[in-house]
């Protein structure tokens, strides 16, 4: 199949939505599809081959720019590159350009649900106007889920969730899929980083996170201010690690200076996807306080390496995290969280269980499983929309205006 992709923002931007597209787009061409990104413009980006790039405007929301699609250049690459499917991955601007040529064109549309967007309205709406964006943004929301031709949900909570919203589209779960290289960090490497990061400290714990309002971080903090007294008391220290950025890492900066954390609390910025699982093997456990998450492929990529996780129970977060058996899941109370946090280091049986359960939770994952779903969910919708034959390659030049 040909196979398209539209994101708002890709590489070299760095988030979750830009990993999974990665992700699953290698592993479908694996599987022999044909499949092209089409992703906003940046500075500095490099070019690859099967990512189209359209122009974006100078202006920026945190901190990635807004796409422009203004100019057609997406409907006639895609009439072009004779598409069979389009995957979008944010309902807005390059959401409504894939409906506007599911119209024109016939091309049916697949969204993936990937983030509850009402979360995020801070980026664009002051205080006393998120109230009413909110109202707004779930009108656009079923005006445009009603319009696509499948849902996708990256997790079974998710997937309940779409229903109960009742927009009468189908849904399917296709979590983001973990590459085979993650499952194999470079020991050696990932000693390196923990001989670099633990000092003299007694444990090392890490975090991949964007610095922003809606992953929690303050909470976090607090969390880890706890777990600093908690840990004294019984003579033992910690290092935290951070990696990732955002437009709130000077605030957090001055958090840990006032929570007193600045000798445990490292901010490592980012970090090349690649190397991410170096860092995870060279840690203890993940910690993790988000509640916007709708799967969270840092959990998975954590537990990949054998990292049992200590988070907020979240929607998205339980759907991955077994209280008890791969990790803990933890009210919003940070003397729970930091005390789940001390329970995980003063058992190491416990410990060792909970490593070998994460790892087999993180290999029900794999991109190539991933990768067949999508398969099966594109063939679907390509037939249930054009009525042709399965096998969409043997029909050239299918789309005329």
Request: contains cysteine; neutral net charge.
């Amino acid at each position: 199949m040909r196979i398209a992709m539209f994101t708002n923002n890709y590489k070299p931007y760095i988030g979750g939505v830009p990993v999974s597209i990665e992700h699953l787009a290698e592993a479908l061409r694996k599987r022999g599809h044909t499949v092209y990104v089409f992703a906003p413009s940046y500075e500095g980006q490099e070019e690859e081959p099967f990512v189209v790039r359209y122009p974006s405007f100078p202006m920026k929301i945190a901190k990635a720019p807004v796409p422009n699609v203004l100019t057609g250049m997406m409907q006639r690459a895609v009439k072009m590159l004779e598409i069979d499917v389009i995957h979008v991955h944010h309902p807005a601007i390059v959401g409504n350009v894939a409906l506007h040529i599911q119209k024109r064109l016939g091309i049916p549309v697949v969204f993936t649900y990937h983030t509850r967007y009402e979360q995020y309205l801070h980026y664009i709406a002051g205080l006393e106007t998120i109230e009413r964006c909110t109202g707004a943004l779930e009108k656009y929301l079923r005006w445009f889920c009603e319009r696509c031709d499948l849902l996708v949900a990256p997790t079974p909570g998710m997937q309940s969730w779409l229903y109960e919203k009742d927009f009468g589209t189908p849904v399917e779960v296709m979590p983001t899929g973990i590459p085979a290289e993650s499952f194999c960090p470079d020991q050696e490497r990932a000693a390196a980083l923990r001989r670099q990061y633990l000092g003299d400290a007694d444990y090392l714990f890490c975090t991949v996170s964007r610095l922003a309002k809606e992953k929690n971080l303050e909470f976090q903090l607090r969390g880890l201010a706890c777990l600093k007294a908690l840990l004294a008391e019984r003579g033992k220290r910690f290092r935290h690690l951070i990696i990732g950025d955002g437009p709130d890492r000077e605030r957090i900066l001055g958090q840990i200076v006032r929570l007193g954390l600045d000798k445990e609390v490292v901010l490592a910025g980012t970090v090349d996807n690649q190397e991410i699982r170096h860092y995870q093997a060279a840690a203890d456990a993940f910690l993790f306080t988000s509640k916007s998450e709708t799967q969270g492929i840092v959990l998975l990529e954590a537990m990949a390496v054998g990292n049992p996780v200590v988070a907020v129970d979240a929607s998205g977060v339980r759907d991955v995290v077994r209280d008890g058996e791969n990790g803990y899941l933890t009210g919003e109370d940070e003397e729970e969280w930091a005390g789940c946090i001390v329970r995980l280091t003063e058992d190491d049986a416990r410990r060792f269980r909970m490593r070998r359960t994460a790892a087999e939770t993180a290999k029900r994952y794999s991109e190539d499983e991933v990768a067949g779903i999508a398969e099966q969910c594109y063939r679907r919708v390509c037939v249930n929309r054009l009525g042709q034959a399965e096998d969409m390659r043997s029909i050239p030049g299918r789309y005329v205006i």
